[in-house]
């Protein structure tokens, strides 16, 4: 079972921030455009005690991953710094730093304090205007240095572009082993950039769709147990899991609605397939849609009054929106093409989804009124996109050919930029972001 690690467990008892311009971004970053110059950075290894050495450079490392893989930063290499031993309350030589080229300089330290607990401290310079941006202090334990270095890495992030970081996030996936024809997939966690894999199933029944809660602590999930599939709640923190309403039908695609009071899902019905909203304190149902088609995942505006899902209703499968109690469905996609696993972003804005056209799926994003179509990527098997909780990045799987094949997950920016693979110790699909913890 896995036990999620709480932020009272992190013990923050202390947060200390010093700024300058308050709000204002450091360095004007253009995170809409396709040609962003990534920013300059320095992150030397934060300073530490003998028994705390590793650990403050892990965190350093840490942090310098995380920016990096962002897109947005371009982490300065080590060997070229003039200024080698720098302190998190020593004042940098700010021309060495202009010297290697660095906007924006980070320095840090890890001290043992009473109780074993770590003081992490890092400040963020302006080498340019030679002050301090930032600086932000953290008491935790130290099994949980892997956490507040992302939690460092989003005050950077926050603080150089203006907008709120992602790094303090997880990504719950179907976690697959096995031969191509007889695979055994299992849910998974871990953290965004790929770290402490966990399971949360046993493989023992197929599972598919794992979706968060909007407070992060529980999944709703299809599991192939029993004699149908049905949809499935449980509470990471504390391994409980509970059928969701036993239907004589199949139940699938579910996803939490915005204030997490409600699932939506699709409900088979003589070969149908249609829309159902269940209010989880009532267990009652209230039907969404009424078609003799196939509508399927459903997926909530952020502010709960709209639903997007797909649906083959045109005869081919393409994206409706409608009311969040089933009004006024509109077709919003007409691409050449089947459309499919729409996504409402956090921000309001945009629609992801996958595309399927001329034996290729695609990864691709449009305004919830259909228009400003752009495709963020392409491939022999791309699927199921989902939202870091910017709204700035989406993740999603691709199936690789081959006898050998199989999934994995992969990241890219808004932009269409910055598309990476990240680095997972099994093969993954499905995957889903979690809120900001």
Do not use: C
């Amino acid at each position: 079972m896995f036990t999620r690690t709480k932020l009272a467990a992190l013990a923050f008892v202390a947060m200390t921030l010093y700024s300058i311009g308050a709000a204002q971004a450091l360095v004007s970053i253009d995170v809409t455009e396709g040609e962003a110059r990534p920013l300059p950075i320095a992150i030397p290894f934060f300073s530490g005690q003998v028994r705390d050495d590793q650990i403050a450079a892990q965190i350093a490392d840490v942090v310098r991953a995380d920016l990096a893989s962002s897109g947005l930063f371009a982490p300065i290499d080590r060997a070229a710094y003039i200024e080698q031993t720098l302190g998190v309350s020593t004042m940098p030589r700010f021309q060495d730093w202009r010297t290697i080229g660095a906007e924006a300089l980070v320095t840090g330290s890890v001290t043992r304090e009473q109780g074993d607990r770590l003081k992490v401290e890092f400040r963020l310079w302006d080498p340019l205007q030679e002050q301090q941006v930032v600086g932000q202090q953290f008491y935790t334990t130290p099994e949980n240095w892997r956490r507040v270095a992302h939690i460092v890495a989003d005050a950077i992030y926050e603080r150089l572009t203006g907008e709120t970081g992602y790094f303090d996030t997880r990504i719950v996936f179907v976690g697959e082993s096995g031969p191509k024809n007889a695979r055994v997939k299992r849910l998974a966690i871990m953290d965004q950039d790929g770290a402490n894999l966990t399971y949360l199933t046993n493989g023992g029944n197929l599972v598919l769709t794992p979706r968060f809660s909007p407070a992060g602590q529980m999944l709703t999930y299809m599991s192939y147990e029993g004699a149908q599939p049905q949809v499935y709640l449980l509470d990471i923190e504390t391994g409980r899991r509970e059928l969701l309403g036993n239907f004589n039908n199949m139940t699938f695609a579910p996803r939490f609605s915005p204030d997490g009071s409600r699932v939506a899902m699709s409900l088979e019905e003589g070969g149908n397939a249609n829309i159902f909203a269940m209010d989880l304190r009532s267990r009652k149902m209230q039907r969404l849609t009424n078609s003799g088609a196939i509508d399927t995942a459903p997926s909530y505006s952020p502010d709960g009054s709209r639903i997007v899902f797909e649906s083959d209703r045109g005869g081919t499968q393409q994206l409706y929106v409608m009311g969040a109690d089933g009004s006024n469905p509109t077709r919003i996609s007409f691409g050449d093409g089947r459309y499919s696993t729409p996504v409402w972003s956090p921000r309001g804005d945009l629609i992801a989804f996958t595309k399927q056209s001329q034996g290729r799926f695609a990864i691709g994003v449009m305004r919830p009124d259909g228009t400003g179509e752009r495709i963020l990527t392409s491939g022999y098997h791309n699927e199921g996109p989902t939202w870091a909780p910017n709204g700035r990045v989406l993740a999603f799987f691709r199936e690789s050919g081959g006898p050998q094949g199989g999934p994995g997950i992969y990241t890219v920016d808004i932009t269409g930029r910055n598309e990476r693979k990240l680095d997972i110790a099994t093969l993954a699909s499905d995957p889903a972001w979690s809120p900001r913890r």
